[in-house]
């Protein structure tokens, strides 16, 4: 097992009216922006999920895996500092964070104590 277990972060989003108004065209070339962005950080995974019509309080929500909680952090500052949410066209609305399999990291260490 690592020493190092992966954080897990399941971040919460709000999507705003000014983003619905723009065409599919004008959403996608703003998504695509973002790329450059998650590329300086190959370390933390995103997925992106959609949730309008299952969630509440939230109309979409990202999946980050990481080692590096840091690294995290500074992808979020970095995100946060393009259109997407400067204008704003979505707002982060809560961040869940979690050690995956986390109790299994504890056994471990109790059993080498």
Known sequence: MSDRPRLIAVVTLQVHPAWLALTRAERSARVAALAPVLARYPDVRVRWC???ALGRGYTDFALCEFDDLLRYHSLWEELRDTPLFTTPYMELRDALL???DGYRH???QRREA
Do not use: T, V
Request: no cysteine.
């Open 106 to 108: 504890h056994e471990s």
């Open 98 to 100: 979690g050690i995956e």
């Open 50 to 52: 959609d949730a309008d």
